[in-house]
């Protein structure tokens, strides 16, 4: 079962640009990168979407390098509402269209 | 996301019962998936529908079922629930669009605890 990886937990500041990296070595060609976060006792909310290069939207931004395997979500000047579980998704097509989520990266913003 | 439900939102049941978890979608989505998530944990996947007839195992399928009554409904089950099933349920809805990637709207949670 192919499986994405991401940072167990960051810690950043208030008003600090915060960026989290996941490796996903087993990235198919039609395979996008999406990344969710939850807040505790509730469900995950889409962020963003990705297949290549970068995009952008109004709540963070996307880096994804030419080979694919690894993408950063980029979160512009956090608040402490930020504060929650960030999880990276990719469909990886060459895993019989098994869904997983990488084990979430942990952020918690300090004032 | 308030098209997705899941009823109930809370329960409390004791070792050996059967219990059903059910969730409805106004989405029109042909995917629908069950997640578990323990305190502290990421999300872990039961079983997952892509369409009526479709039924597939996730990571950690062993000791629950499902089915899939109609493209709007997914339902789980716990045959003889045990104190390790206690967690947070999660159900989830996508659909997958040329030119896109697939997205996953999650409903509320059910918080399951099993005595």
């Known amino acids: 079962l192919a499986k994405t990886t991401q940072p167990i937990s960051m810690d950043s500041y208030e008003g600090q640009e915060v960026n989290i990296t996941c490796s996903h070595n087993?990235?198919?060609?039609?395979?996008?990168i999406t990344w969710y976060q939850q807040f505790p006792s509730q469900g995950p909310r889409f962020i963003i979407q990705g297949y290549k290069t970068k995009v952008t939207n109004e709540v963070a931004s996307l880096f994804i390098p030419a080979d694919r395997k690894s993408s950063t979500l980029s979160l512009p000047r956090v608040s402490l509402s930020d504060t929650a579980v960030y999880y990276c998704l990719v469909v990886l097509s060459n895993a019989g269209n098994m869904l997983t989520f990488g084990g979430g990266t942990r952020l918690m913003v300090k004032p | 996301d308030a098209d997705v439900t899941q009823t109930p939102r809370n329960r409390i049941t004791k070792t050996g019962k059967r219990i059903m978890l059910e969730c409805s979608q106004t989405?029109?989505?042909?995917?629908m998936y069950w997640y578990r998530q323990d305190p502290g944990l990421g999300l872990r996947l039961i079983y997952y529908?892509?369409?009526?007839?479709?039924?597939n195992k996730g990571e950690i399928s062993d000791g629950y079922s499902v089915s899939r009554q109609a493209q709007a409904k997914f339902s789980l089950s716990l045959e003889s629930a045990i104190p390790n099933q206690t967690a947070l349920y999660f159900c989830?809805?996508?659909?997958?669009?040329?030119?896109?990637?697939?997205?996953?709207?999650f409903g509320p949670g059910t918080r399951l605890l099993v005595l």
């Open positions: 529908s892509f369409d009526v007839k479709d039924i």
């Open positions: 989830a809805t996508s659909d997958l669009r040329p030119g896109s990637g697939e997205t996953q709207y």
């Open positions: 087993n990235i198919a060609t039609n395979d996008y």
């Open positions: 989405k029109g989505h042909d995917r």
